[in-house]
């Protein structure tokens, strides 16, 4: 079994009857659901999940989990996510798969969020492997670029995945990859992004996660948050 499996089998385990489940998006993600429809089919688990993504309201469904519209969500027991990068203060990076719109109103709508990695997503700091992904309005691009740079930010558009032109979210975003000075801590990085008109989201989860599940080598590490 793999570590992404081991983790998702984990955190399955701690979702119980009525819960209302926010279904993450990516590999990680994917395990957890087939585990959630697996309890659910097996073991009578009664559960309705919202999901991050139309894929995964796709697979959700098709594993005959109960799902509901994400406009009609305001609170959630739990969400059950992956990530691109975490520190040790569990700060997150995520939005590689450009659903950081989704994904943060889920986080943040949470009662627990618990977050699924394997051993090479920990990092000293947020943006060690990564640049951080910036969702931004099309027209406030070009100022939006300059406010950026003007806090040591450096980067540009993203490319879609024929190189043919830029990648839109989900919400018909442009993103923006871009990489900041070591020296600006995750919370300052915060900061300045949530001020900086234009931005319609970006990539740095600062205090959401309240459990980092880290599979090791078939073995599953726990980490909360407030304690590391």
């Not at 279904?23 to 009664?46: D, M």
């Not at 995520?94 to 943040?108: F, I, M, N, S, Y």
């Not at 190189?163 to 442009?174: C, D, F, P, Q």
Request: proline share 1%; glycine share 10%.
């Amino acid at each position: 079994m793999s570590d992404k499996e081991c983790v998702a089998k984990h955190a399955a385990k701690q979702v119980v009857d009525g819960m209302l489940v926010g279904l993450g998006t990516g590999s990680t993600a994917n395990y957890f659901i087939e585990e959630l429809a697996y309890r659910s089919r097996e073991q009578g688990l009664k559960v309705i999940t919202v999901a991050s993504s139309v894929v995964s309201a796709i697979k959700a469904q098709q594993l005959g989990l109960t799902t509901v519209d994400f406009e009609r969500v305001s609170y959630l027991d739990l969400y059950v996510d992956g990530a691109d990068e975490v520190s040790p203060e569990l700060t997150l990076l995520k939005g590689q798969g450009a659903d950081l719109v989704r994904e943060k109103l889920l986080a943040t709508a949470s009662e627990q969020f618990i977050v699924l990695i394997e051993a090479s997503k920990l990092v000293a700091r947020i943006g060690q492997h990564f640049a951080i992904p910036i969702e931004v309005m099309p027209c406030a691009w070009q100022l939006v670029k300059k406010q950026l740079e003007a806090n040591g930010g450096h980067g540009d558009l993203r490319q879609n995945t024929h190189k043919k032109g830029v990648a839109i979210s989900t919400h018909g975003s442009l993103i923006a990859d871009i990489s900041f000075d070591q020296h600006i801590d995750a919370k300052t990085l915060n900061e300045i992004l949530n001020g900086i008109s234009g931005i319609v989201e970006h990539g740095i989860f600062y205090g959401l996660a309240t459990t980092v599940l880290v599979g090791i080598n078939g073995q599953v590490q726990e980490r909360q948050a407030g304690n590391f």
